[in-house]
């Protein structure tokens, strides 16, 4: 079975850092790119970062880039995101996906980031 | 590529027929998918390559569209198909995401 399990979230001031991890089990980590979606409390899906199977290619939203760095390590199964200079507007719950050939097919149950003084 | 659903609120009652359209402003072939979300829960991929099932959807739900306007239509509303629906383009990245349709009980 595919699991996705998100860790690290946790409330943090403005201009503080965070570190989101991801665990994936049940198929092959390593063959699979990932990517980050966010959703801020009442609102919509927000696409965040993308890192290719073997970390060659990764994209940022410009909402984030320059501040977030996406990772992964195929030997432990796991996807991070380095979450620096946090703001407010970076509030939300953050999930990890799996992106197959037909679209993003698997999600972790996200871990919440709240941004507040 | 911005993706602009209509309509953002749709109230239904159950055995309704429904229909949600994602209009992208380019064109994008098919690279088109829709998922959907309930309370507290991630998002659920239903529909891949704009109208192929994902496998365990349930047939009621079908995806049709090509290049700028796309639908996702419900057959017959059941209980459990109230929730919020977004389509999102997977031609080019950034992989936007439409800003969601709430399907509602009448």
């Known amino acids: 079975e595919v699991q996705l399990v998100e860790s690290g979230g946790g409330l943090v001031q403005p201009g503080g850092s965070l570190r989101l991890s991801c665990a994936a089990s049940g198929f092959t980590f390593s063959t699979y790119s990932m990517n980050w979606v966010r959703q801020a409390p009442g609102k919509g899906l927000e696409w965040v970062s993308y890192?290719?199977?073997?970390?060659?290619?990764?994209f940022y939203a410009d909402s984030v880039k320059g501040r977030f760095t996406i990772s992964r390590d195929n030997a432990k199964n796991s996807l991070y995101l380095q979450m620096n200079s946090l703001r407010a507007e970076d509030t939300a719950v953050y999930y990890c996906?799996?992106?197959?050939?037909?679209?993003?097919?698997?999600w972790g149950q996200g871990t919440l980031v709240t941004v507040s003084s | 590529i911005q993706l602009t659903q209509s309509p953002s609120f749709l109230s239904a009652s159950v055995g309704d027929r429904v229909t949600i359209t994602c209009r992208a402003s380019?064109?994008?072939?098919?690279?088109l998918a829709w998922y959907q979300q309930k309370p507290g829960k991630a998002p659920k991929l239903l529909i891949y390559?704009?109208?192929t099932l994902q496998s365990g959807v349930p047939a009621r739900f079908s995806g049709s569209g090509s290049g700028t306007e796309f639908t996702l239509t419900i057959s017959s509303l059941q209980s459990e198909d109230f929730a919020t629906y977004y389509c999102?383009?997977?031609?080019?990245?950034?992989?936007?995401f439409g800003q969601g349709t709430k399907l509602e009980i009448k």
């Open positions: 890192i290719s199977s073997g970390s060659s290619t990764i």
């Open positions: 999102q383009q997977l031609n080019s990245y950034p992989y936007s």
């Open positions: 996906t799996r992106r197959s050939t037909e679209g993003f097919d698997y």
């Open positions: 390559a704009a109208s």
């Open positions: 380019q064109g994008i072939s098919s690279y």
